[in-house]
């Protein structure tokens, strides 16, 4: 999608030099726009680790790249999978990336070969689902506009499931940057998602640069906006749907899916293949919730006379809980938005549109 105008993917093999890998680094955001270069499968576990680079898609594909400078630089590739997939529990593409790289090698003569390649693939295909995303997506935006006198779709989203969060597009956000091309009007409500604020500082970012109207809205806002009759379908990404139709993302996102359903909200989660789990039956009881820091919580950060810094927000001698993602269980989900189509939350749906899954 467009910076200033201008495209860019959120990871790229740098122009003129295959040794290094350059990302965005995302802790910038929307204050600094920092381009960094990756030059180790250390620096991936890093970069991930501290959320240089985050969302499903993305780590998905910053392990894939990770595995090639691993086997770039000689290192033990099983090792290095075990150490990318280390960094975060909750997002299954991370750990199906780095199986697909191992899988990639077996018997491979030139490894650092078979690795670019996979890399390069993984990220390419990551951009075209997310892309069949917006097609099938922008179509049930576009009936609810029909039936509305003004046209206008208000949607809300939860964290940042855009193109940030994968290699272009993003999950959630894909369908209204397809309903906005078409010309349909829509205004995208913006959790802000505490605590590290991933809609107001990421999603927000992203709207403004590609011209959608938007309003940031405080994590607690949603369910007063669908009892007035002001969203009109919940769009939100996914780090982990079990092949059940249960869906871990972003902590709050089950709140939301509530409301939505004590509204008659239809209440949509976006999702490339990659994000499913065809092993886990039940999201709430096995999906691992990745658990952080608690300075993540009583600390914010913010632009401060032109400077990053960060403020104490809470009693410093309070403990506080960081608990990263939650599950919505399938009987709150309207459908699941995916790139071979939209299918209904539930094992028959899901299974019939990925049928080379149904026997495990
Ligand atoms: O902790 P993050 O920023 O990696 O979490 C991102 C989300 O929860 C997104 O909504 C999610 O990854 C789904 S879309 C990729």
């Given at each position: 999608m467009n910076v200033n105008k201008k495209h860019y993917r959120t990871i790229w093999v740098k122009e003129g030099n295959e040794k290094i890998i350059q990302i965005i680094d995302q802790r910038s955001l929307p204050y600094k726009f920092i381009i960094e270069d990756l030059k180790s499968v250390d620096d991936f576990v890093r970069a991930i680790k501290e959320m240089h680079v985050r969302g499903a898609g993305l780590i998905g594909a910053a392990a894939g790249f990770g595995m090639y400078l691993a086997a770039l630089n000689n290192d033990d590739l099983n090792k290095a999978g075990?150490?990318?997939?280390?960094?975060?529990?909750?997002?299954?593409n991370l750990a199906w990336a780095v199986d697909r790289q191992l899988k990639a090698i077996e018997n491979a003569e030139d490894k650092v070969k078979i690795t670019l390649e996979t890399a390069?693939?993984?990220?390419?295909?990551?951009?075209?689902?997310?892309?069949?995303?917006?097609?099938?997506?922008?179509?049930?935006?576009?009936?609810?506009?029909?039936?509305?006198?003004?046209?206008?779709v208000n949607i809300l989203t939860h964290c940042n499931a855009g193109w940030l969060a994968f290699v272009?597009?993003?999950?959630?956000?894909?369908?209204?940057?397809?309903?906005?091309?078409?010309?349909i009007k829509v205004h995208v409500w913006v959790d802000e998602t505490r605590p590290r604020n991933q809609g107001a500082r990421l999603t927000a970012w992203e709207l403004l640069q590609q011209g959608v109207p938007h309003t940031i809205i405080s994590d607690n806002a949603g369910g007063h906006l669908m009892q007035h009759g002001l969203?009109?379908?919940?769009?939100?990404?996914?780090?982990?749907?079990?092949?059940?139709?249960?869906?871990?993302?972003?902590?709050?996102?089950?709140?939301?899916?509530?409301?939505?359903?004590?509204?008659?909200?239809?209440?949509?989660?976006?999702?490339?293949?990659?994000?499913?789990?065809?092993?886990?039956?039940?999201?709430?009881k096995k999906i691992p919730i990745e658990q952080r820091g608690d300075e993540e919580v009583?600390?914010?950060?913010?632009?401060?006379?032109?400077?990053?810094?960060?403020?104490?927000?809470?009693?410093?001698?309070?403990?506080?809980?960081?608990?990263?993602?939650?599950?919505?269980p399938r009987r709150l989900i309207s459908g699941l938005i995916t790139e071979r189509g939209v299918c209904k939350a539930n094992e028959e749906s899901i299974l019939n549109l990925y049928p080379e899954h149904k026997y495990g």
């Open positions: 075990e150490k990318l997939k280390a960094t975060r529990p909750t997002a299954v390069k693939n993984i990220a390419d295909e990551d951009a075209d689902f997310c892309k069949k995303i917006g097609e099938h997506g922008a179509k049930i935006i576009e009936k609810i506009s029909k039936k509305k006198n003004n046209g206008l272009d597009y993003g999950s959630a956000t894909a369908p209204i940057y397809a309903a906005h091309g078409k010309g969203v009109d379908i919940c769009i939100v990404g996914t780090d982990r749907t079990t092949y059940t139709g249960d869906v871990a993302n972003k902590i709050g996102t089950y709140l939301k899916a509530l409301a939505a359903k004590d509204n008659n909200v239809p209440f949509y989660v976006a999702l490339p293949s990659s994000s499913f789990d065809w092993k886990i039956k039940n999201g709430i009583k600390y914010a950060q913010g632009l401060v006379n032109s400077q990053i810094k960060k403020v104490l927000l809470a009693p410093k001698d309070s403990p506080a809980a960081n608990f990263a993602f939650d599950v919505t």
